[in-house]
């Protein structure tokens, strides 16, 4: 029997404006984001510690990643831009208000 991990239709949040926080519902999804113009994605405060997601860049706008007010990102190199089109970019939230940002990214 398969019993591994799959992702279905439901678990997919697509995104096609040029701002999105995220919120709770987020944790385990995937956040497709497709704009021409240029996307802000925000983390706020208060999502829990394990908090994860994985954003994908479909468009051509280059999606930045910030931390509102009393939230700390990190990341290899200070890098929280998506590199471009179909790049991708996992959030996990380590520690309160703490999220490592990893995958195809530029300063």
Do not use: M
């Amino acid at each position: 029997s398969d019993t591994g991990y799959r992702v279905t239709s439901s678990a997919i949040n697509a995104q096609t404006g040029t701002t999105y926080t995220l919120v709770s519902g987020d944790n385990g999804e995937i956040i497709t984001f497709n704009n021409a113009s240029g996307i802000t994605l925000t983390i706020p405060s208060g999502l829990p510690v394990g908090f994860n997601c994985t954003l994908i860049q479909l468009g051509a706008g280059q999606v930045g990643i910030t931390g509102a007010s009393g939230v700390t990102l990190n990341s290899y190199a200070s890098a929280f831009k998506i590199s471009g089109q179909h790049g991708a970019a996992g959030v996990i939230s380590y520690s309160s208000n703490v999220y490592n940002i990893s995958g195809t990214l530029s300063v």
